[in-house]
């Protein structure tokens, strides 16, 4: 199995509350993905990186910003949590773009 | 953007039959990537297979074997022999040759019948 691990694991949150979650991996892969995980949408993907510092926007970015200072971290960051944002989370990483990804085990975010 | 269809939210199958799952994808692209991930209970979600659009031969993992039909833009998955443990959700994933976006299907939920 990759090296992948989310935390934390499960998180409840009031409505406006900032949360991170991150994402470690001791595989050194070049790219790593956040996606969220809805029922009735699969998975969607919220941004990714393709190095330290070299980030951009997937499809559901809206109110989420991320870092990536390290090649082994990449943080999720709600600046202000919202009931929408009530998912799961899933970090992915991938050696390089033509690779296959390799999931986390995912964080259960809940904002009240 | 793209879309990834799966048709089949729920499938079951007795163990040690065969079952299809079903995908089907809108592209205008000539190369791209195609793959199906299965999700556990356990939730981490793990590659099956994978195939190249350019690739004319249907992939094969094991029991696990694509019918990638190019033209019609499907890609089903088939599992031969089922076993107890395939039971899982099962999505269908494409990604373009140069971009760097995944697009999912909503998943195709499976059960395996002992």
């Known amino acids: 199995d990759a090296g992948i691990t989310q935390s934390p694991r499960h998180k409840v949150t009031e409505t406006g509350t900032p949360v991170t979650l991150r994402c470690h991996q001791t595989e050194n892969h070049r790219y790593m993905y956040w996606y969220r995980q809805d029922p009735g949408h699969g998975l969607r993907l919220i941004h990714y990186s393709y190095g330290v510092k070299d980030t951009d926007k997937g499809e559901v970015s809206d109110g989420y910003s991320v870092s990536r200072s390290k090649t082994e971290d990449f943080l999720l960051t709600l600046e202000s949590a919202t009931s929408s944002q009530t998912s799961v989370y899933f970090c992915a990483i991938s050696f390089d773009r033509d690779y296959e990804q390799y999931f986390g085990p995912g964080t259960r975010l809940t904002v009240t | 953007a793209q879309t990834v269809t799966q048709s089949q939210p729920e499938m079951s199958v007795q163990e040690a039959e065969t079952v299809t799952l079903s995908c089907t994808y809108d592209t205008s692209e000539s190369d791209y990537y195609l793959f199906w991930y299965k999700q556990p209970p356990s939730r981490q979600m793990i590659l099956v297979i994978r195939q190249e659009a350019y690739k004319q031969q249907n992939a094969t993992e094991n029991r696990f074997s694509v019918n990638f039909q190019k033209a019609a833009k499907s890609f089903s998955l088939k599992i031969s022999d089922s076993q107890l443990g395939d039971a899982a959700m099962y999505f269908c994933?494409?990604?373009?040759?140069?971009?760097?976006?995944?697009?999912f299907g909503t998943g195709t939920s499976l059960t395996v019948i002992p």
């Open positions: 994933a494409y990604r373009r040759a140069t971009g760097n976006q995944f697009y």
